[in-house]
């Protein structure tokens, strides 16, 4: 067999035609937008984007108030994002805050 006809062997396949599993966690141009009075809105976070991998292990690092728990609580859905989506195993989180009702200690 010579070169030219291994060349002419090798056939194209689509990304779609590859098995790869789907993120574990995408979270795409996330940004999270509180109101400050009248037509003024503060930014918490804006615009995080990262995936995860089934089997990887991340950490959010940062000073204090630079957005680590609103990151957190939006992916929870304790509190709904302004623009952007998550993921999780290709499932997006609809946007809307969870009612949590607490049970009060006695």
């Known amino acids: ?7 002419s062997d090798i056939q194209e396949i689509s990304l779609d035609e590859i098995n790869v599993e789907p993120k574990l966690l995408k979270i795409q141009d996330l940004s999270v937008q509180f109101k400050k009075g009248y037509g003024r809105y503060f930014n918490a976070i804006n615009g ?3 995936d995860v ?17 609103m990151i957190a ?13 998550i993921k ?19």
């Open 73 to 85: 609580n939006s992916l929870l859905g304790l509190i709904p994002h302004s623009t952007g989506f």
């Open 1 to 7: 067999m010579n070169t030219t006809t291994m060349i």
């Open 48 to 50: 995080v984007s990262f």
């Open 53 to 69: 991998e089934k089997g990887e292990i991340i950490a959010i690092v940062g000073e204090s108030d630079s957005g680590k728990s």
């Open 88 to 106: 999780i195993n290709e499932e997006i989180i609809p946007n809307k805050p969870r009612n949590i009702k607490r049970k009060s200690a006695k």
